[in-house]
């Protein structure tokens, strides 16, 4: 991001970060004009923007299926959900603009910067199970990060969160529901679910990215409230939820090493592909190009329409923006 | 209109207030942006109202909004604080009266 | 045995299946995504009443058939939508226009079929007209934004306008179904229409500073399950996963 090629921030007034960070302690909200140090805003924003980008960019890979789905209730059911993606964007986008960064200038970081979106995104949807295997797991993952955000100290951000919970559970849902019908359909059908699940299942766990060891900004957003739990913290609890959710369907999570730990009561997994996670994060997942590619088309070939409602606005109504 | 690095432009920013039914105030949902007032509100209508949320929509420009500042909030918000008077647990009824 | 109003229910409920269905390519590809929302809801009114017409339609025909084995297991020469409806999305102007066009004509449309005697049929009519008035408000809006704003968008929805122009005979069609209908008070006058609609399309297309083309109309065929080419890939790929899994439930 282009914010984080700049030196480092100044030094913060020592007496003013102390009250900010009692502040968080005591579990209050902090709001845009309030005081911030410099490193919670960029952090703040590199966070926000990248899970903004992430709703909007994967609108493609469930916005492939709206075109083919079998029926017209699940044709409708995709239309609402993939909207819902693009509004959620929108929600943590407007967020993300109250930290002092235009929304323009945020998506230039992704489409022509380094800006990074979620890795899930960058796998491809091969057959309609996916859509019922990205409901239930991708978005899934997405609640159980999402719930926790909801108590972010970031009022704008925890704000979009609560509202984004509330409508996510029914993308989680929906993608169940999708599996379990393919799950009890025709063999052709129960074959294609489990092979959509073998393929997601892994991606789904690196969604909560990199272990606590090795994940570098978590310290900072932890201790600022942003986050409340770790990483790993909410890998195990995505898992403990979803292993008797596949068990009830009759699917089986391809990973030779799950068991339940007695003890604890979590379900034990074994060790993600790191190699395979930093390969997608570095631009060579199979479908990263494709999605870049996807997004600077609609941006590009939107511009003209862009560019003639401004036009418009400033003809008839020179004080757009100001009065109404 | 503002210009990002690539001179694509952002439109102007617009704040929403939804009002849900039942007779309830005005309520701030989010923000659009959007080149004008029509644009606004039905963008507004299309993000914010999905799912029936409402009966009564606002959009107010952005840069219109007024807002008290943070350092403010004591001198603004504190004598309110001090004067109970101002709520009914402050007043006492005589023994015996159960409804009032 | 096909009645009238089957037929007529077809014709209504495949023009919105296959506008929904061009609408809803746009999801994730607007021009920003304010408008990835705005169309997303605009399809989903369509497809909406289209299930609802195209089940009253297996309703009337009285063979066990529902909106989905209407949709996905009848062949190109079987659709009875408008032949504008299933040309390529095109730009945001091509498809702001088209939905204009057709939005505009709808609106009379629905508006006799809401107080028809069909009960059934008046009681959709209602609700889509409803659904109507704002697609045709939204897309009327950026017609006039686009027409009037840059000299680009200016031409591009010239260029849109005068596409589309010449397949808009094809909504003032009549034949032997609608004259049955017309009998029985259920379907609108078309020439009734006409002059309403040319008010309407005029006025807002007075705002946008484009013009309709002086050019013939084309030949169509659409209401007759005669098509353009387009047709036959859409409903490829929209029928596909449906139709390799026969019997199958989603």
Redesign the interface.
């Known amino acids: 991001m282009a914010t984080e090629a700049k030196p480092a921030a100044p030094t913060e007034d020592p007496v003013k970060l102390a009250e900010f960070e009692a502040r968080c302690d005591r579990g209050e909200t902090i709001e845009p004009k309030d005081w911030m140090p410099e490193k919670y805003r960029r952090q703040l924003t590199r966070m926000m923007s990248q899970h903004a980008h992430s709703e909007v960019v994967g609108m493609l890979p469930e916005g492939n299926w709206i075109t083919r789905a079998p029926n017209l209730r699940r044709k409708m059911c995709l239309i609402a959900k993939v909207q819902d993606e693009g509004g959620h964007g929108l929600y943590i986008y407007c967020g993300t603009e109250t930290l002092g960064t235009d929304r323009a200038e945020l998506i230039d970081q992704y489409l022509y910067g380094t800006a990074k979106y979620s890795s899930i995104f960058n796998y491809p949807t091969l057959t309609w199970a996916d859509i019922g295997v990205i409901g239930w797991l991708v978005d899934g993952a997405a609640i159980v990060n999402q719930t926790m955000l909801a108590h972010a100290s970031y009022g704008p951000y925890a704000r979009a969160m609560i509202r984004i919970c509330k409508e996510e559970n029914f993308h989680k849902r929906q993608g169940y529901e999708l599996c379990a019908t393919l799950a009890r359909g025709t063999p052709a059908q129960k074959a294609m679910v489990q092979d959509a699940v073998n393929r997601w299942w892994w991606p789904s766990l690196m969604m909560f990215g990199p272990h606590d060891t090795n994940s570098p900004h978590s310290a900072d957003l932890l201790r600022w409230k942003v986050k409340q739990k770790s990483n790993d913290d909410l890998r195990q609890r995505f898992v403990n939820l979803t292993v008797p959710q596949a068990q009830a369907i009759g699917l089986t999570l391809p990973d030779p090493d799950l068991k339940l730990d007695q003890a604890t009561g979590d379900w034990k997994f074994g060790e993600i592909d790191w190699s395979e996670f930093n390969a997608v994060i570095a631009g060579n997942g199979p479908m990263n190009r494709e999605r870049i590619a996807a997004r600077r088309k609609a941006h590009e070939e939107g511009a003209w329409v862009r560019e003639a409602a401004a036009a418009y606005a400033a003809k008839h109504q020179p004080a757009a923006g100001q009065a109404a | 209109?503002?210009?990002?690095?690539?001179g694509?432009?952002?439109?102007?920013?617009?704040e929403v207030f939804t009002q849900a039914p039942g007779g309830k105030p005005h309520e701030h949902a989010?923000?659009?942006?959007?080149?004008?007032?029509?644009?606004?509100l039905?963008?507004a209508?299309?993000?914010y109202t999905?799912?029936g949320e409402a009966v009564s929509l606002w959009?107010?420009?952005s840069?219109?909004i007024v807002?008290s500042?943070?350092g403010d909030a004591g001198p603004f918000f504190d004598p309110g604080n001090d004067k109970p008077y101002r709520h009914p647990q402050f007043y006492k009824t005589p023994r015996g009266v159960k409804v009032f | 045995m096909s009645t009238p109003l089957f037929e007529y229910l077809l014709r209504l409920g495949d023009d919105r299946l296959i506008l929904g269905h061009r609408n809803a390519e746009w999801c994730g590809h607007g021009p920003i995504l304010e408008e990835d929302i705005a169309v997303a809801n605009v399809a989903l009114d369509q497809t909406g009443e289209a299930q609802l017409l195209l089940n009253l339609a297996g309703q009337i025909e009285g063979q066990g058939r529902d909106a989905d084995q209407l949709a996905y297991w009848r062949d190109e020469t079987q659709f009875r939508n408008l032949q504008m409806l299933e040309l390529p999305r095109g730009d945001f102007g091509f498809t702001m226009v088209r939905q204009f066009l057709f939005s505009a004509h709808a609106h009379f449309v629905l508006e006799h079929l809401a107080s028809c005697p069909h009960d059934d049929l008046a009681g959709i009519a209602a609700k889509a007209l409803k659904e109507n008035r704002y697609h045709l408000r939204h897309s009327s809006e950026w017609v006039v934004r686009l027409g009037d704003g840059t000299d680009e968008s200016h031409r591009r929805i010239q260029a849109a306008l005068d596409e589309l122009w010449p397949w808009t005979v094809e909504l003032f069609y009549e034949d032997a179904v609608d004259a049955a209908l017309k009998a029985e008070q259920i379907a609108p006058d078309q020439a009734a229409i006409k002059p309403k609609w040319e008010a309407m399309v005029t006025e807002v297309l007075t705002r946008a500073t484009v013009q309709p083309p002086k050019g013939p109309m084309r030949m169509v065929g659409g209401r007759k399950g005669r098509h353009t080419e387009h047709l036959g890939h859409l409903l490829a790929e929209m029928q596909i996963v449906a139709r390799s899994h026969p019997g199958a439930s989603w």
């Open positions: 209109m503002s210009t990002g690095p690539n694509v432009g952002e439109w102007p920013l617009w989010g923000s659009v942006h959007a080149p004008d007032a029509e644009i606004a039905q963008n209508r299309d993000v999905r799912r959009v107010v420009p840069g219109a807002a500042a943070p």
